[in-house]
């Protein structure tokens, strides 16, 4: 199509059509929906909608205020950018700037709250263990582990980059509580493994005992030739 022909398709379209089409694309319609609402094809609806509703500078501060707070929704911006500029963004927008920076709404990492001791052992027993190689072949590890069977919706995402899974502020802390669930329990070595043991109930030392230790660890344990048992402090 020539630059006249182009020229007269958009002439076509008034001031208020542009303004309308600015704000439904701003609610986040396709531009075939707009193209619908407006009674315009969809090319036109695309030439008359402009390119780049923010500056490079709004770009970044958008992309400041998610690094700052990884937790913030995009709708939040939105409603800080156009309060600052004075014009109207949607949240559609801000997760398209943001993903153009390569920011990408996860799901947040749940990890317990570890205190300064925790840290402190936790360092100190890998660096105990830094230097071993074939000594990891003959460790054998065992826990149990609590299935929650109650749903979660995960809806709080964060904002981060790439390789920023384990930072502090892209972790969601919470505390286990009572819920539906399952408890099965097993252990794993670099050439076997134990059988699956499910515990019905609450498991306690007795019950760790007479359904755990004697009749799954302790065979388990006999059977290898030379083997190191991690015990899990239970």
Not at 16 to 28: K, L, S
Not at 167 to 185: D, F, K
Not at 195 to 210: F, H
């Amino acid at each position: 199509m020539s630059r006249r022909k182009l020229r007269s398709a958009f002439d076509q379209v008034s001031e208020f059509d542009r303004g309308r089409i600015v704000a439904y694309r701003d609610c986040g319609l396709s531009f075939r929906e707009i193209g619908s609402r407006v009674r315009r094809n969809q090319t036109t609806v695309m030439r008359s909608h402009p390119s780049q509703c923010t500056t490079s500078r709004e770009d970044r501060q958008i992309v400041l205020i998610a690094v700052t707070d990884h937790s913030v929704t995009s709708r939040t911006i939105a409603h800080h950018t156009g309060s600052v500029t004075h014009h109207s963004v949607s949240a559609r927008t801000i997760r398209r700037r943001l993903q153009q920076s390569g920011l990408s709404a996860r799901h947040s990492l749940l990890g317990l709250p570890l205190t300064q001791n925790h840290r402190r052992l936790c360092r100190q027993c890998c660096d105990e263990r830094r230097m071993w190689v074939a000594e990891w072949n003959k460790v054998d590890f065992t826990d149990e582990s609590r299935i929650c069977l109650q749903h979660h919706d995960g809806r709080i995402r964060v904002w981060r980059h790439r390789g920023e899974r384990m930072l502090n502020s892209c972790i969601m802390h919470r505390h286990t509580g009572p819920a539906p669930s399952i408890m099965v329990w097993g252990g794993i070595g670099y050439h076997s493994r134990t059988p699956l043991v499910r515990i019905a109930g609450t498991l306690n030392s007795q019950r760790y005992i007479s359904e755990v230790l004697e009749p799954v660890v302790l065979p388990y344990l006999q059977s290898l030739a030379t083997t190191i048992f991690q015990q899990d402090n239970a």
